[in-house]
C-alpha cells in the first residue's frame, strides 16, 4: 500500500491520480468532478478539517494532531502517515465542485514551503562528526564548534579557523573567519581535519573547552581531553601571501569551501525542481523581492544557476534513448542536435532552451529574438546561432564530464551516466609500453600487467578529473597555460572563467608549471604522480625514475594517439599534453565504487569492474586504500531527476519601477500570454506586482526575503492559486 501511495518516477499527473483514486476508492478515476463527490463524502477529508479547525498549521503538527484524532492512522510508521497524508493532499487538490454552474476548486490549499539558509552551521570539535547551528549555541557556551570545511574535488572535510602566529589560541568567530577565508584570504587561516598525521613525529590536538592549539594530549591550560588534528596551512608565494585553500588529501588549490548555502542558491534549486515536476502543468511563477537591485540580481542568477539541471537532464536523454548503447564522446553533440531538434518544436525553441545565459546578450542572439529582425534574417541568423551553440555546447559535455565531473549535483555523481576509457585503448597501452618497462627499469622487472594496466588508468582517470580532455575551443590555453586565453574578451564564447574558478589542468613536462600538472616531481617533495608509481608499481621507486617512468608512458601515449602534444610557449623543450577525446565513451551502465579507508569515490562502467576492484586509490597518499563496490551509494535523488528526461527552461526576467512603463507592460504580457521562445516564465519583482497587475493565472509565488509587514506578506501570497484553489508558496 505505501509503494502504490509512493510517487514514481515515470508517474504524470494521470497516472498518479488513477493510482491514488483506486486505492481510496476502489476505482480509478479521472473527471475532476467525480474525484471532488467521493472525497467530500470521505471520512478522512471530515478528520483533516477538524484538526485544522480553520487554523494554518505545521506539517509535523498537523501530523501529531491527526495521529491522536485518528487511531488508525495513529497506529503507522511516520513513513506511511507521510504517503497517506501527499496522497489524500493531492486528491484534495485535485477535486473539482459545481457553483451555481461554474467548475470550481472543492477547496483552496496553500502549502508553505519555508528554506532556512544553510550559514552558521559548525562541526563540533569531536572525533567523530557532528553539527549544530550557531544561532542556538552562542560562542560561550558547549559545545565548542568551528565552520566545516571540504573539499569540492575529493570530499575531504575537516574544520576552519583563524590563528594569530604567536598564539595557541584559535578564533570561533563566524564572521572573522569568513571574512579571512572569503573575503581576504589570509595567511593566517588554518585548516584542520581529525585524525593523526602520519607524517609529522608530534601530534596536534585541539582543546574542546578552551580552544587551544597545544601538542599535548589534555590541554595544558584546562586539563580537558583534546581532540587530535592534523593542521595544514599553505599559502602563495606573492609578495602579499594568499591562503591557497588547498586540500591536503588530493593536493589540489583553491579546492576547500566552507560547508554552507545561502538563500538565491537553495531558490533556485526548488526552481529548478517545480519547472522540471511532472505535476506542475503551470510553470510560472512569481519571485518576490524588496529592492530594484535584489530584483536584477536574481533574475540573472536564477537563469544561471538553473540552466544546468536542464541541461543535464537534456544530456541524460541522449545516453538513455540511444539504441547503440554507450556513445562515442566525439559523436555525442551531434546526437544531442539530433535528438532535441526533433524533439523541440522548431529551431527557435531549441536556440532558446539550450542558449547558456552568460552569452544571451550576443546580438545575434537578440536580433533572432527580436521579431521584425527574425522575419527578414531568420535563416541567417539560424545558421549561425546553431553554429555557435554547436562549439559551446560541445564544450559543455566535455566539462560535465571532465573538469566538472566531482563539483556538485553532476551526471557522474548521481550515478546516471560516466565518460570512461576504451578498454582496447588500455590494451593497446599494454601491448605498447609493459615490455620496455620491465626491461628498462629494475624496479619494474616483476610488474604484472595488471599493475600496468592499473597505473596508466590511474593516470588517464586523474587527467579526466582534472579536466585535461582536448577541445578546440582551448587550444590557445593549452599553447600558453594563461587563464587569459579563457577570457570572453579572447573567446567570447566560452564558459566563464573567473576568480578562483577551477581551471582545467592538462600534463605537462614543465617544471615550475603554475596551472597545469608537470609529472616530473622535484627532488624536495612528493608529487602525486611520485606518490601513484610508488603505490601502483612498486614502493622503492625514487623521483629520478619516477620521472623517467612517466616520461616513456606519455611518449607512448602520445605515439599511439592517446594523448596530443601541443608545444607550450614556455620555453624550447616543454610541451602540455591533452587526452585525445576519440579514446573516451559515455556509458548510463555505471556503478561506484569506495576506498573505505580514505573515502574516495569513483563511478566506473559496469563492465570495468574487473580492472578496478582492488585497485590501489587514486586520491593523494592514500596508503593501503583501495576500491570496492561501494554498496550504499548516495545521489538517487538527483538520478531520478535527470533521468525523467522532462526539460523546461527557466526565462527570468525582472519587473520594478525603475524599468520605464513600455518594458514593464511588455514582459507582463510575455509572462501571461508567451508568444516567443524565451518569454518569461519568471518574474522577479518589487512591490509592483503585489496588487493592480494582471499577469493570469498562477499556482506558485516566490517571497525571497521577508516584507515589511503582514499586509504585504498576504498580498504577495496572494497572487498564486486564484483559478486553481492550490498554490505553493
Not at 509535523?60 to 491522536?68: H, N
Not at 583553491?254 to 511532472?278: E, N
Not at 611518449?555 to 616543454?574: C, D, F, T, W
Amino acid at each position: 500500500l505505501s509503494e502504490a501511495m509512493e510517487i514514481h518516477p515515470s508517474d504524470d499527473l494521470e497516472s498518479y491520480i488513477l493510482r491514488q483514486t483506486k486505492l481510496w476508492f476502489d476505482k480509478e478515476i479521472k473527471a475532476e468532478l467525480e474525484v471532488g463527490e467521493q472525497v467530500l463524502f470521505h471520512q478522512f477529508t471530515r478528520t483533516m478539517f477538524d484538526v485544522l479547525d480553520n487554523k494554518i498549521l505545521d506539517y509535523e503538527l498537523f501530523r501529531e494532531e491527526l495521529i491522536k484524532t485518528d487511531k488508525t492512522f495513529g497506529k503507522l510508521s511516520a513513513d506511511e502517515q507521510n504517503h497517506i497524508l501527499t496522497s489524500f493532499l493531492a486528491l484534495l487538490s485535485y477535486s473539482k465542485r459545481k457553483d451555481n454552474g461554474r467548475t470550481t476548486p472543492l477547496t483552496t490549499i496553500q502549502i508553505q514551503f519555508w528554506i532556512r539558509e544553510m550559514r552558521r552551521l559548525m562541526r563540533q570539535i569531536a572525533d567523530l562528526p557532528a553539527f549544530f547551528w550557531r544561532d542556538e549555541v552562542p560562542r560561550s557556551s558547549e559545545p565548542k564548534g568551528l565552520p566545516m570545511v571540504y573539499c569540492r574535488e575529493c570530499g575531504h572535510s575537516g574544520w576552519v579557523t583563524v590563528k594569530r602566529p604567536d598564539d595557541n589560541k584559535i578564533s570561533d568567530d563566524n564572521a572573522q573567519i569568513a571574512r579571512a577565508v572569503i573575503e581576504e584570504r589570509s595567511k593566517k587561516v588554518r585548516y584542520l581535519f581529525p585524525g593523526e598525521n602520519p607524517n609529522e613525529l608530534f601530534q596536534n590536538y585541539v582543546c574542546p573547552k578552551c580552544m587551544t592549539l597545544t601538542q599535548d594530549q589534555n590541554c595544558v591550560i584546562c586539563g580537558h581531553d583534546a581532540v587530535v588534528v592534523q593542521v595544514h596551512h599553505r599559502v602563495s608565494k606573492a609578495k602579499t601571501p594568499r591562503d591557497m585553500a588547498h586540500c591536503p588529501s588530493c593536493d589540489t588549490p583553491f579546492s576547500l569551501s566552507i560547508a554552507g548555502s545561502q538563500a538565491a542558491s537553495l531558490s533556485s534549486v526548488s526552481i529548478s525542481h517545480l519547472f522540471q515536476s511532472a505535476f506542475n502543468n503551470d510553470k510560472k511563477l512569481l519571485a518576490f523581492t524588496d529592492s530594484v537591485q535584489d530584483s536584477s540580481h536574481r533574475a540573472s542568477f536564477f537563469s544561471a544557476r538553473t540552466y544546468r539541471f536542464g541541461l543535464r537532464t537534456a544530456i541524460q536523454a541522449i545516453v538513455e534513448n540511444d539504441g547503440k548503447g554507450d556513445i562515442l564522446f566525439t559523436e555525442f553533440t551531434d546526437k544531442f542536435f539530433d535528438y532535441w531538434l526533433n524533439e523541440l518544436n522548431s529551431p527557435a525553441d531549441f536556440i532558446a532552451t539550450f542558449m547558456p545565459p552568460d552569452i544571451k546578450e550576443m546580438h545575434q542572439y537578440i536580433d533572432y529574438m527580436d521579431i521584425v529582425t527574425w522575419q527578414e534574417k531568420k535563416e541567417e541568423l539560424e545558421k549561425e546561432l546553431l553554429a555557435i551553440l554547436n562549439k559551446r555546447l560541445s564544450w559543455e559535455f566535455t566539462i560535465e564530464y571532465g573538469l566538472n565531473l566531482r563539483l556538485g549535483r553532476t551526471l557522474t555523481k548521481s550515478l546516471c551516466s560516466s565518460v570512461y576509457i576504451h578498454p582496447e585503448t588500455i590494451e593497446t597501452i599494454l601491448s605498447d609500453i609493459a615490455e620496455p618497462l620491465q626491461n628498462d627499469f629494475v624496479l619494474l622487472r616483476n610488474c604484472e600487467d595488471t599493475q600496468i594496466k592499473q597505473f596508466v588508468l590511474g593516470l588517464l582517470t586523474r587527467v579526466v578529473d582534472r579536466g585535461g580532455i582536448d577541445h578546440p575551443m582551448i587550444r590557445s590555453y593549452i599553447e600558453n597555460e594563461s587563464q587569459f586565453m579563457l577570457y570572453k574578451y579572447k573567446n567570447p564564447y566560452m564558459s566563464p572563467f573567473g576568480g578562483n574558478i577551477r581551471l582545467p589542468k592538462f600534463l605537462t613536462n614543465r617544471q615550475g608549471a603554475k596551472i597545469f600538472d608537470c609529472y616530473n616531481t622535484s627532488q624536495r617533495g612528493i608529487s602525486w604522480f611520485l606518490d601513484w608509481a610508488r603505490r601502483s608499481l612498486n614502493e622503492n621507486i625514487d623521483t629520478n625514475t619516477s620521472n623517467a617512468i612517466y616520461d616513456a608512458v606519455v611518449q607512448s601515449l602520445i605515439k599511439i594517439n592517446v594523448l596530443n602534444e601541443y608545444v607550450s610557449v614556455h620555453g624550447k623543450g616543454n610541451f602540455a599534453y591533452a587526452l585525445n577525446p576519440e579514446m573516451l565513451s559515455i556509458s548510463k551502465d555505471v556503478i561506484p565504487l569506495i576506498s573505505p579507508n580514505d573515502g574516495s569515490h569513483q563511478i566506473i562502467r559496469k563492465d570495468d569492474k574487473s580492472l578496478w576492484y582492488k585497485m590501489p586509490s587514486i586520491a593523494y597518499r592514500g596508503k593501503n586504500c583501495f576500491y570496492e563496490v561501494d554498496e550504499s551509494p548516495r545521489g538517487t535523488y538527483y538520478q531520478k531527476v535527470y533521468k525523467s528526461g522532462r526539460i523546461k527552461r527557466i526565462f527570468a526576467q525582472e519587473h520594478s519601477s525603475i524599468l520605464s512603463r513600455e518594458k514593464r507592460e511588455k514582459v507582463e504580457s510575455l509572462f501571461k500570454d508567451g508568444g516567443m521562445p524565451d518569454a518569461p516564465n519568471l518574474i522577479t519583482c518589487t512591490p509592483t506586482m503585489e496588487m493592480g497587475i494582471d499577469v493570469g493565472d498562477l499556482s506558485a509565488t516566490m517571497v525571497c526575503s521577508i516584507p515589511p509587514s503582514t499586509t504585504n506578506y498576504l498580498q504577495r501570497i496572494g497572487r498564486a492559486g486564484r483559478s486553481t484553489g492550490n498554490a505553493l508558496v
